[in-house]
């Protein structure tokens, strides 16, 4: 596609479920990375992908949060026992290389609420 | 560790004027990237501007320019002839150069431009 797209836009869910949220990158893109943005905070880095190295999992706040990528193409951030401490935006980006050298595209982020 | 502090949470200013955002950062490492991104209401990410550490000169953008002061660890961004467009949240965000490729965000600064 023409941009990175993440999906679901939105997701309400109760607390204890689980959630999924995937980011389709810019095909080609060997970077991609998932950050979470709490309301009127900055982006927290939380997981990156880097073609097929070990990711980077430093960023991750729990062991209920977990992602995958399948070689260079989709990633799958999933949360799981939901809590209410758990709702933000979560945005994906990916670059054509690493972010050193190459433009970070975002996406429009998933919004993700739990009651 | 890096940290990126934006002393601005929100900023009004009226259209057509000019608008400076401040930025400050804390590093012991002496390359880098510094960023502005701009989060319209969309939530999309975008770059606004890109500054190396090792370059003197000021990075520009058309109305969009640093003001960038490598010793006071200071990366102001001005905004020239404002339109209401230019509305949205702004994140100073810094990077180290050929290291773990982990953008760190500042808070924001949300800008409001009044008509």
């Known amino acids: 596609g023409a941009g990175v797209s993440q999906s679901p836009s939105n997701k309400v869910t109760e607390k204890g479920k689980d959630v999924e949220l995937r980011c389709d990158p810019i095909?080609?893109?060997?970077?991609l990375y998932w950050y979470r943005q709490r309301l009127g905070q900055g982006l927290e880095f939380l997981i990156y992908f880097q073609g097929n190295s070990a990711p980077d999992k430093s960023g991750l706040p729990s062991d209920r949060f977990s992602a995958e990528r399948t070689g260079e193409s989709v990633s799958t951030l999933t949360i799981q026992r939901t809590q209410q401490e758990d709702s933000a935006v979560y945005l994906c980006a990916s670059s054509l290389a690493s972010a050193t050298n190459e433009k970070l595209f975002f996406g429009s982020g998933t919004q993700l609420s739990v009651l | 560790a890096q940290t990126v502090t934006q002393s601005q949470p929100e900023m009004s200013v009226q259209e057509a004027e000019t608008v400076t955002l401040s930025c400050t950062y804390d590093t012991s490492e002496s390359n880098y990237y510094l960023f502005w991104y701009k989060q319209p209401p969309s939530r999309q990410m975008i770059l606004v501007i890109r500054?190396?550490?090792?370059?003197?000169q000021n990075a520009t953008e058309n109305r969009f320019s640093v003001n960038f002061q490598k010793a006071a660890k200071s990366f102001s961004l001005k905004i020239s002839d404002s339109q209401l467009g230019d509305t949205a949240m702004y994140f100073c965000?810094?990077?180290?150069?050929?290291?773990?490729?982990?953008?760190?965000f500042g808070k924001g600064t949300r800008l409001h431009i009044l008509p």
């Open positions: 965000a810094f990077l180290l150069m050929n290291r773990d490729d982990k953008i760190i």
């Open positions: 095909s080609g893109h060997t970077a």
């Open positions: 500054q190396e550490a090792y370059k003197q």
